[in-house]
């Protein structure tokens, strides 16, 4: 999944978990939060393996190894400060992004391909490369069908968050007349 896809996936996650909690859907810090997190492992990732510090962009950030113990002191560290929220949104956020990168395969019974998930205890898959930076493949997705899935996750999302907003708007106007 690329980033508009993971960034649409984070937000519905955190409306989801939000609405489900009887909280308003998220808005300013609460959203930062949230979308911050839907891209966490991409932004360890990527940047390492495009400089070969890692062997691969699904190794380290994408590792449950190492994002469940993070997302674990985030959550409790947050918490204990005031910041639960936005804690969670963040948890719920980083949980999407796996979600979103795992979906496809799962369904496909495609377990071997899920193994990065286990990095460092099984191999990271080693995609040869070909030179284009992920930021340039992200751009040259936009229109292939493979992404419209994540393209109407986006209008979907855009959509509730706009919603959202107009309630705000609303709620706001009925309490200052």
Do not use: C, N
Not at 17 to 26: A, D, F, I, Q
Not at 27 to 48: E, T, Y
Not at 135 to 154: K, N, T
């Amino acid at each position: 999944m690329f980033p508009i896809g993971h960034l649409a996936l984070g937000y519905l996650s955190a409306a989801l978990v939000r609405t489900g909690r009887g909280h308003r859907l998220p808005d300013q810090w609460v959203l930062v939060a949230a979308l911050l997190g839907s891209q966490l492992p991409d932004l360890i990732d990527k940047p390492l393996a495009y400089y070969d510090v890692l062997v691969s962009g699904r190794s380290l950030g994408h590792s449950l190894f190492f994002v469940l113990p993070v997302l674990t002191v985030v959550f409790f560290a947050g918490r204990r400060a005031g910041y639960g929220e936005y804690a969670l949104a963040f948890v719920v956020g980083t949980l999407s992004h796996f979600l979103g990168d795992t979906y496809r395969l799962a369904l496909a019974g495609d377990w071997e391909s899920l193994t990065f998930l286990l990095w460092p205890v099984f191999p990271a898959t080693v995609y040869p490369s070909d030179g284009i930076p992920p930021w340039i493949r992200v751009i040259d997705s936009i229109g292939q069908p493979q992404h419209h899935v994540e393209y109407a996750l986006a209008a979907l999302a855009f959509t509730l968050w706009m919603y959202g907003r107009y309630t705000r708007l609303q709620r706001g106007s009925r309490v200052q007349a």
